[in-house]
């Protein structure tokens, strides 16, 4: 069966630099939520987008931003990275409303050096 | 959105039951409880969810009072494989809900 797909899967960053992540949900999946799990901590939740549109926020830094793409798949951008940025990035994704099932992906390990 | 509380670690022998608590108290009516489990760099699995009495499928039970303040997630005879971190989730009736992650229970398996 599909799962959801993050790529990378791992990135290296500098202080100040940028960084994109893309989520691919599971086909006919209509929210997507992204994750941040820092080393020995429990998954924080960012935001979540639902048919596109930004459903609910979390603790996302401003530097933060997300869309969801007409083809439902998901793009987190970070922008001037800190070294506290450095954490496991996960996506999820669910099926339409009434689920609470969340189908998570592999995630991607940034590293800020 | 309600508020869970579980301890911290727990460990047991394999072959053991495992029963993980959940307290959420001010737990609202149309919410959803969830049981999720992460291993080390993965993301979290989706094991079970139930509204309230017993719900059981194939890896695990969950067991809800009729106040609906906790709930038990409950897994038969477990073995080194299920050591992880097991997690409890409240959700809001309609799914894309923001949701929290509380601290999770830490399950080690002896064998």
Known sequence: AAGVIQSPRHLIKEKRETATLKCYPIPRHDTVYWYQQGPGQDPQFLISFYEKMQSD???IPDRFSAQQFSDYHSELNMSSLELGDSALYFCASSQPSGSYEQYFGPGTRLTVT | LAKTTQPISMDSYEGQEVNITCSHNNIATNDYITWYQQFPS???????????????NEVASLFIP???KSSTLSLPRVSLSDTAVYYCLVWVSGGYQKVTFGTGTKLQVIP
């Open chain 2, 66 to 68: 009729a106040d609906r």
């Open chain 1, 57 to 59: 926020k979390g603790s």
């Open chain 2, 42 to 56: 993965q993301g979290p699995r989706f094991i079970i969810q139930g509204y309230k009495t017993k719900v059981t």
